[in-house]
Structure formats: structure tokens, C-alpha cells
């Protein structure tokens, strides 16, 4: 059995409803769908049980066809061992709980997820926003697939020339 | 004495040490840090928002400039995805020949870094040195890419231009003198004295916390984190090489610069390995415009750490996402706590061991003319020449001014 087969095996006898939701993509290649609802409590299996202790980045994507935003958490395993863990949150109340009670690193990460699609993340740190500057528009998040950079072009400031 | 308490100090964006913009915000009791917060994004200019309007090719010259220094990991980070998502059969000449770029480019922004560490604790002998020597190897880069930086070697599905066997020889002779001055760097970081005490305690990151926020490349593996793309998630055609994972046990700025010391020599020999094992054959494939529908992530061993690129596809000529984690990001989140309990006058050193990634747009040397026939190569001198050449023959000459001017010096 290789190493993705007993991830595969382990993760969906701990969550049964997951099994067909696993892909082994290649080797060191794993993606799993995980329902919002549970997503804490996978996560958490993975981390402490399935030996997944490195945080790589959170991807957030614009699900424009299907109305949702989906964010992956790219995790692995020291032993190079990929895992990718989605979930998608509907548009109209898009709220992800922090994980950087786990992981510190993730602070930046779902600071990102804030900035530039608009999703809600609760229980992040006190901090200065990222990456977007600290006169940005509201509600403009410019990794929205409607977004262009034109609808956040500042208006010149008065008595400021930028010719 | 009279107890100011604590006193805050803003450092940067503007940033004394980094030639790039990152601001700190410092609380400092008396001369010790007690605490730091750090306020990134000065630099963001949404390469993964122009990505998304950008063909996959265009992209490739789009995220080679995500940095001025490790250009050539960024671009193979994403090509890679790509070719995954495609499922083209990258040639295996191609691969040795990105490896070989790779390899290259950390030799330059390990010694780079060496120099920027030696200017940054006021031993600017170093600095000279090491980047004397650095040219040997931007002059290797150019030579075999036609570029100093951003190398643009990638295509999907390949590389650009080939590596010949006199091409071979004179990367093996660069590779050969740029080994003797590192062993020269390593006796010198190993044995002065100066070097030893300025760097040492400076910057710690336990091996413990090391694990605990996630620190990448030889921040890490200065602290005992024995963690190398190339070993734990081989790509390109590492598997094939035989290198060792360098690491320390100093947790320290010192280590830091040990661990680096100590890549250079491994690079070396995995460079002589590639040119030695270089296989024949094509080194590209004939890859699809539209890249069918689906998702790849790759990683890569950046020079300063591991780069993490996502791609999804959507069967267009332009990715639907492109996600990006630079080394920096996850080394630059460890700042504040490594400033922790450290001298003010530490922090230049401190943030500059992680190896921040600045933009380094370098000099050109060589310039192909269009008007005297391919590979016309100017020197400092003829190109100095031909630029007053250039602006005599449009009207604007300075030679009166400067005689008048040295005839006032010579009366003064």
C-alpha cells in the first residue's frame, strides 16, 4: 500500500461520508472535499493524526459558475506527502474560522483570503490588513472574477497632481 | 539612570537595511527589542490578478518577475504545474537543463546573500569579495541563458536554448573557481573570530519554534529542520542527484550563514553532476496552446525556501488561478519573534538572514547590436564610447563644457 493509499484509508474510516470525496491525483498529490460543516474537525484529524504538520498556503478561489468561493488549505507531510483540503462557502455569507490558533503562519494567509475576495475570517489576530494598502476602497476585492482593476482606480486627491 | 519605559519606533517602509519596502514597528526597552510587528504588501502588485488576463506564456515572463533573484524558481514553479495539468512529458535533457539554471541561480543568491551579510555587520571586505566572485557566476547565467537575470529558460514544455559541450566546459571552470573562494569564505566564516561572536545568539529560532511557525529553505534548516523540496518532494530530475541536506544546529544567524556556506559547496558538486550526466536528446515538446481543465500544485527549493505555486486550468489559453507562495512570505512572519529579546542594532542582520527577497535589476554587460551582425558583445568601455557617440551624433555634445570645466579646476 503506498503512502497515499493509507492516507486515503485512514482519513475516510475516521470520516466515513469522505471516501468518495479523496483523490489521489499522483504521487504526493492528494485532494479531499471536505463538507464546511466538518472542516474543523478534519482538519484537526489530519494535523494531529495523519502526521500533516506543515501549513503551505490557502488558496481562495472565485466559484463563479456554481455562486461560491472555495478555499484550499495546502498541507504536507515532512515526508512530502501533499494534501489539499476544500471547502466552499456560499457567497452571500462567506465566514472561514482561523486556524492560526494551529498555525501562526496562517495569520498572512487568511489575511489574504480578507483583502482580496471579501471572505469573512473569524478569530484572527489584531493586525494591520494584507496585502492591499490602508486607503483601499470598501468592497472592492479584486480577485473576484467581476472585479476589474479599473472599478478601484482612486480618484486624485484634491490639490494633488500625480501628472 | 531614569526609566523611559517602553519607547515605540517605526521602522521603514522605507527600510536602512532592505532594499525593499517592509515596515517594522519596533518596542524597544532601553536597547533590548521586547517586541515587533511587521506590515507586509508594499509590493504587491497583483501578479496573481494579472496572471488570470495573461496566456500561459505570457505568464511564464509574468511570475519570473515576482523576484529579481530567484526568477528562474518562480517560473519553473508555475511551468511545472502547468505541465502537470497538461500531462506533457517534459524531456529529460530539459529538466537537467532547468537544474542546471537552478543550481546556478542559488550559487548567485547564496553569495549575494553573503555579501549583503558582511556589509550588514560592517565587514564590507566580505561584501567585495563575494560579489566579485558572484560575477563569475551572473557572467555562467548569461552565458547560458543570454540574461543576468530573469533568465526566461522555461516554455511550456521546456527549455529555450540548449546547453553545448563548450558551454559545458566553461561552466565547469567558473564552477571550479568559484569553489576554491567558497572554501576560502567558509575558513573565513569558520575561524574569524569577529564573524563568530557578531553572529552568534543573534536571531535565534529553536528548532522547536522553527517547526512551530513553519520556516522555510536554510532559515530552517539552520535550525536543525532537515526539510528539502528537492529530497522530500523531488521534482525535475533531483531523485537522480546525489547531494546531502546541510543543516546546523545554531539556530542562529550564524547557522544561517554556515548552512548557506555549506549549499554552495553541494551546488557545486550538483552542477558538475548535471553537465557530467547531461542525457541527449530533444529539449522541449510540442505543448497544447489551451491547457485542458484542472488543478496542479507545485513546490520548488527557492534559493531562500520552499515555493509553493497553485494552478487551475479551465481549458482556455489563460489560467483561471494562479497562487504563489514566495519563501519570504513564511520566513518573514518569524521576524518579530526572532527580533524578540535582540539589540536594536541587531535587526538589519537579523531580518537579512532570513534573506529577504529584494528586487535585484542589475547592470547589463552585454548588449547585441542590431546594426553589427548577432553577438556583437560591448565591453564597460565601447559601451561608454558608443553612448557619447550617440548623443554627439544628435547635437548634444559636453566636450566644451567639460574642457571649461577642467581648465577652472586646474585654476583653482
Given amino acids: 500500500m503506498t503512502p497515499e493509499e493509507k492516507f486515503r484509508d485512514d482519513l475516510s474510516g475516521r470520516f466515513p461520508e469522505l471516501a468518495d470525496k479523496i483523490v489521489l491525483q499522483r504521487a504526493r498529490r492528494i485532494w479531499v472535499d471536505v463538507p464546511a460543516g466538518r472542516f474543523r474537525e478534519v482538519f484537526d484529524f489530519c494535523v494531529e493524526s495523519l502526521g500533516v504538520t506543515i501549513l503551505l498556503i490557502l488558496t481562495g478561489l472565485d466559484e463563479a459558475e456554481s455562486g461560491t468561493f472555495g478555499v484550499l488549505y495546502h498541507m504536507a507531510r515532512p515526508d512530502g506527502v501533499v494534501v489539499n483540503l476544500r471547502v466552499h462557502l456560499p457567497k452571500d455569507k462567506p465566514v472561514l474560522r482561523s486556524v492560526t490558533d494551529r498555525f501562526p503562519s496562517a495569520e498572512a494567509y487568511e489575511r489574504e483570503l480578507v483583502d482580496l475576495l471579501g471572505i469573512v475570517v473569524t478569530g484572527l489576530p489584531e493586525g494591520p490588513r494584507y496585502p492591499l494598502p490602508d486607503g483601499w476602497p470598501e468592497g472592492q476585492y479584486p480577485l473576484r472574477k467581476d472585479w476589474k482593476p479599473a472599478d478601484a482606480a482612486p480618484a486624485p486627491e484634491e490639490g494633488k497632481s500625480h501628472a | 539612570m531614569p526609566d523611559f519605559g517602553n519607547v515605540q519606533i517605526p521602522v521603514g517602509p522605507q527600510h536602512p537595511a532592505l532594499k525593499e519596502p517592509e515596515s517594522f514597528l519596533i518596542t524597544l526597552r532601553g536597547e533590548k527589542i521586547t517586541a515587533a510587528s511587521v506590515r507586509m504588501g508594499y509590493n504587491h502588485r497583483g501578479v496573481e490578478k494579472g496572471a488570470e488576463g495573461r496566456t500561459y506564456t505570457q505568464d511564464i515572463y509574468l511570475v519570473e518577475r515576482i523576484c529579481g533573484i530567484c526568477s528562474h524558481s518562480h517560473g519553473t514553479a508555475f511551468i511545472q504545474a502547468v505541465e502537470e495539468i497538461a500531462g506533457l512529458d517534459v524531456p529529460r535533457r530539459a529538466k537537467y537543463i ?315
Avoid at chain 2, 564590507?124 to 543570454?146: C, H, K, N, P, Q
Wanted: hydrophobic share 40%.
Fill in chain 2, 98 to 412: 532547468r537544474m542546471l539554471v537552478g543550481e546556478l541561480e542559488r550559487v548567485h543568491s547564496h553569495l549575494l546573500w553573503l555579501g549583503v551579510a558582511g556589509h550588514e555587520i560592517g565587514f564590507d571586505t566580505l561584501l567585495m569579495y563575494s560579489w566579485r566572485d558572484r560575477e563569475v557566476v551572473m557572467d555562467l547565467l548569461a552565458a547560458v541563458s543570454g540574461n543576468r537575470v530573469h533568465y526566461s529558460m522555461n516554455t511550456v514544455g521546456g527549455v529555450r536554448r540548449d546547453v553545448d559541450s563548450a558551454l559545458a566546459e566553461t561552466i565547469l571552470k567558473g564552477v571550479d573557481r568559484l569553489e576554491e573562494q567558497t572554501k576560502y569564505y567558509i575558513q573565513v566564516c569558520s575561524e574569524e573570530t569577529t564573524v563568530i561572536k557578531r553572529l552568534s545568539g543573534v536571531g535565534v529560532v529553536t528548532h522547536e519554534d522553527a517547526l512551530r511557525l513553519l520556516v522555510v529553505g536554510p532559515t530552517a534548516r539552520a535550525s536543525g529542520v532537515a526539510r528539502d523540496i528537492r529530497k522530500d518532494d523531488p521534482y525535475l530530475a533531483y531523485d537522480e542527484l546525489d547531494f546531502k541536506i546541510v543543516t546546523s544546529d545554531h539556530c542562529d544567524v550564524y547557522g544561517r550563514t554556515l548552512v548557506r556556506l555549506g549549499e554552495l559547496m553541494e551546488s557545486y558538486s550538483m552542477i558538475r553532476q548535471i553537465v557530467k550526466n547531461m542525457p541527449d536528446g530533444p529539449i522541449t515538446v510540442k505543448a497544447p496552446r489551451k491547457i485542458p481543465a484542472g488543478e496542479a500544485l507545485s513546490r520548488y527549493e527557492a534559493p531562500r525556501g520552499e515555493d509553493v505555486h497553485y494552478v487551475k486550468a479551465n481549458g482556455t489559453e489563460k489560467p483561471e488561478r494562479v497562487k504563489v507562495r514566495a519563501p519570504t512570505l513564511a520566513n518573514l512572519q518569524a521576524v518579530s519573534h526572532m527580533l524578540r529579546d535582540n539589540n536594536l542594532a541587531d535587526m538589519p542582520i537579523v531580518i537579512a538572514a532570513i534573506d529577504p527577497c529584494f528586487s535585484c535589476t542589475d547592470r547589463a554587460v552585454e548588449i547585441d547590436r542590431a546594426d553589427s551582425g548577432p553577438r556583437d558583445r560591448m565591453d564597460w568601455g565601447r559601451l561608454r564610447a558608443h553612448g557619447i557617440d550617440f548623443y554627439r551624433s544628435r547635437g548634444v555634445d559636453f566636450t566644451e563644457l567639460n574642457r571649461s570645466l577642467t581648465r577652472r579646476m586646474k585654476k583653482l
